[in-house]
């Protein structure tokens, strides 16, 4: 006793905060587990409630709260503390995102109920007096012993592939011995010698080069590029492989779209001989507490090795992370459009930073960014040139739909028509990519022209009718794809109340499936899009049947054009090469080009060879040309002599501001206000405040402002200090976000 407290700062998940300031009395704390450190867990009293939050700095400067002022933290969690790294890494991305860190804290803790203590719980290991004479399915549970691992029934089960009697029997027969365990029940490790491929010299190339940069454990971001089917998956596991051979090391693989992981999945157990820890939104929360605890386990021993996920697995407290993949990197899908505005991609490299580590960002199509940085020797370049094995890279070729016109009501041309059936002839499958959800994107009256649009949003309500499917929320409904809103589609319309004057317009992927059908009426269809794929079970059953072909026909959204290996399938139809090329998205020329380039990649990945067929009004467009002419690199030369003589991305820098509220007058008033006091640096350009390009959106008015910078601007900087002095008005919210790709 007697040692006066000192002042502490504690950060609690607080959207809008900073760290709090508090009071430890030292020798009280200290008995149990040595000094309060930095990145503890302590729960802390704020304004009549205890809340949980972390330390954040053991010795901060003075400041103008009195000592007496403050309150002393209630306690300290029993838990590891959060890593420096992640520490560190929280701190990043707050001031690069020009978020409070409170609000990114939120993303690191965001386990509902982690620090519940777990229950007891029973597990299994075998007896050492297993007699010699046992039946085969007992034996196959012997011979899928991890060590002496002990592990629950139903895993078990599910690595010697028997049913969970045959285990519990075992247990009767006290041929496995009950262990109990505090807590979580451990994740099986991950064999880095259980099954490796034979690599062709191209790829042993690549693989040798990343694992000896998991060798030398230092930070590098390494490109790896190479054709669809290259084998990049086969490629990368080889450096997992590597870092795996490091005691305790953990890895972490990030997928662009949760939807992808279960063929993911299903590689990673054949090549490792268990599954990975997997982490994204959908998990429940014991599935998450459990994930969460083995990956910030201190020792080596039961810790999570290898985690799969979504970005917001960027902020799960690793300890010793030894290696990051971010698989097809050039996905849009990376960047969080809400809350925290950041990229998963960009993060991930900084994540690898502050971890000391290498990280492979892996693409077909890399993203011009990436490019750059390869080109500039920022970053390690690799290449695949060759498909493996017997397969070749599909033909390609476009029709021209102002000599092939589509007769009323139908989408696809004569010569797509003629290729699908000759295909489905064959027995083979064929895909039709169209990135739009529904049934039609707009319901017109034909009499008066009324178009069917959002209450709530400037956006048409979407047609969805039957799908296999589709939850009630959505069927034979129109929907609105921004804030959710559904109703019935009309029989009178709502303005000049004609009957029967409704129509759709356009297709969406479900009313292409009809046409189909209507073409094809004994083949199988198979729509996918997110309105039927709810959750990575949905995913894995439908690509379970395209697998084992039950499906003659796929027509999909961009979900399709994500890393799916089907062998069976040898012919893509893309319904509208046009769409997604208009639009203010500087980057919209790039996405299409990837996307394009990707969904042609699902064709003829075996031995039989594919076709691609593109539909377009516009076959002379830049993009179209590149796909047909497989010279992706002069059509990047191109998109990057045309940013760099408009200063945007990668060449400049950009971001938005979006002012939003319910009063459109408060909205105007401190949009303006922030524009009349833009900074005068004449290396930024201020553009607007101009209505949004949505501007309403889910009830709220939106205006924006973008701001263009030369790349040596120190942006963030600059933008915390002019938005701090602006008046924003009641109600009204701002959001900033550095390098947008959503230009709603
Ligand atoms: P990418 O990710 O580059 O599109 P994948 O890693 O998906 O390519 O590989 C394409 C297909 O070829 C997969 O089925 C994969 O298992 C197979 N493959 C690639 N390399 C090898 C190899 N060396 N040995 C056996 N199969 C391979
Ligand atoms: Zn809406």
Redesign the pocket.
Known sequence: MGSDPIRIQVLLPIPLSGPFDYLVASDVIDQNRGPLTKGDFVSVPLRGRILQGVVWDMSPEENDIALDKLKFIQGRLDLPALPLSLLGFIDWVASYTLSPLGAVLKMAMSVPHAFDQAKKKTLYRLSPNLPEKITESRRAVKDAAIGDMPLPIATWAELAAVGEGVVRGMVKAGQMIPVEVMGDASYPVPDSTFLG????DE?QNAASHMQQMVKDQCFKPVLLE??????????YFEAIAEALKIEGGQILVLLPEIALTAQWLE?FRARFGVEPVVWHSALTPASRRRAWWAVIKDGAQGRARVVVGARSALFLPFQDLKLIVV?EEHSATFKQDDGVMYHGRDMAVVRAMQSHCPVIL?S?TPSLETILNAQAGKYDWLY?GE???V?VLPDMKVIDLRDHKLKTGTWLSDPLREALSANFAQGEQSLLYLNRRGYAPLTLCRTCGHRMECPHCSAWLVEHRKGDKLCDKLRDKLQCHHCGFSCHKPDICPKCEGKDTMVACGPGVERVAEEIRSLFPEARVAVMASDEISSPDDMRDIIESIERHEVDFIIGTQIVTK?Y?F?MLTLVGVVDADLGLSGGDPRAAERTWQQLEQVS?RAG??ERTGMVIFQSYNPHHPVLQALLSGDGQKFLEQEAEAREQQNLPPFGKLAAIIVSGADFNAVVKTARAIAARAPKNHKITVLGPVAAPMPYLRGKHRFRLLIKAEKQVKLQKIMGEWLSVCPVGRGVSLQVDIDPYNFL
């Open positions: 491929p034979k690599l062709s790829q190479g054709i669809t089917g290259s084998g990049k998956t086969e490629v590689r698989d892996a077909a695949m498909r493996h094995g397969a890393g290996h062998p990649g990945r075996a």
